[in-house]
C-alpha cells in the first residue's frame, strides 16, 4: 500500500507539518505581500494532493462516482487538520476558508482530470 501511494503520502506529510507549524515562522516571510496568500497555498496545496493521488492509481479508476469518492478523502483530512490545528497548537486556530480553500484546491483537480479523461457513467 505505501509503495502505491508513496508521493501522496510524502505530500500529506509535508502538509502536516506545515499545518503544525508554529505561525510566527511564516510571518518571518514579509516580502511577499500578497492578499489572502496562505488561501492561495492551501487550494494549491490540496489541488497537488489530489492530482498526485489521481495519477497514482488513474489505472484504478473506472468512472466520475470512484473518482468522487477518493477527492472525500483530501477534504476529510484536510478538514481534520483544522481541527488538529484548533485543539493541538497555541499558536494555531481552525478556519473555515482553509477548509473551503482546500476543498476547491481538490475540485479543481477533479474538473481538471475529468476535462483530460472524461469517464463514462
Known sequence: MIKNNKFSILIALIIILLSFSKASSFQEINFINIP???KLVHFGLYFLLMMVIILEH???LQNTRTLIHIGLIPIIFGAFIELGQSGLTVSR???ILD????SAGVASALLLWLLI???RA
Open 36 to 38: 489572502y496568500l496562505d
Open 58 to 60: 488513474q489505472k484504478s
Open 93 to 95: 486556530e481552525a478556519d
Open 99 to 102: 477548509v473551503l480553500s482546500n
Open 117 to 119: 479523461k472524461p469517464y
